[in-house]
């Protein structure tokens, strides 16, 4: 099952999601990230992936610092903490001077997981840092995309009001997208809603 949707997902046109448009990186991650298949098949085709490509471009370098990302949340647990505390340099590079929509998505990803991550000697979390980097991707805080990872964000810092409202704002860019993208964003903020007001 899991070759069979490997060879699916082999082609792409670039298509434009919530107002960013996704060349076959962008395109290759959401439909890895949003299959209807089980975690370890998920996290053995970002495996594949990420070891067989070849990325030219900044874009495609981000679309690998996410796809590494993914991969490393659905690991969970130490290891993940270590695979994110080795891309996040990467990352930071890539990030350094932002212009781009994916840019600036990359400054709120990166703030989200400085947020979260636990600090040393376990992994490079840090909270101050977090927040830096989740003020600089504000540029482009009305994108839906960065606001997604805004709102998740500022939640793990504790901001529960600027949370729901990243939280409202992305999904507002998303509630009429009736893609795998659009619908997986949407059960992601839902679920992200739900664990907000437990904590408010």
């Not at 299959?35 to 981000?62: C, H, Y």
């Not at 704002?169 to 964003?185: A, C, L, V």
Request: overall charge positive.
């Amino acid at each position: 099952m899991l070759r069979q949707f490997l060879l699916m997902s082999t082609f792409f046109f670039p298509i434009l999601i919530g107002a960013l448009e996704l060349g076959s990186y962008g395109q290759k991650w959401g439909e890895l990230k949003y299959a209807t298949i089980a975690n370890d098949q998920k996290i053995e085709a970002f495996d594949k992936w990420i070891t067989a490509a070849n990325p030219q471009t900044k874009e495609e370098r981000l679309w690998i610092c996410f796809a590494k990302s993914t991969k490393a949340s659905l690991i969970g647990g130490a290891k993940a903490a270590g695979e994110i505390s080795d891309m996040l340099p990467e990352l930071e590079i890539l990030i350094k001077d932002p212009k781009s929509e994916l840019e600036f998505m990359g400054c709120a990803l990166a703030g989200y997981l400085y947020a979260k991550l636990p600090g040393w000697p376990i992994a490079v979390g840090s909270k101050s840092k977090g927040k830096d980097f989740l003020n600089k991707a504000l540029v482009m805080k009305e994108s839906p995309n960065v606001a997604f990872y805004l709102a998740h964000g500022y939640f793990v810092l504790g901001d529960s009001k600027l949370a729901i409202d990243f939280l409202n704002k992305s999904r507002s860019g998303f509630e009429n997208d009736k893609t795998s993208y659009g619908q997986g964003k949407l059960s992601e903020l839902n679920k992200l809603e739900l664990d907000i007001k437990k904590n408010m």
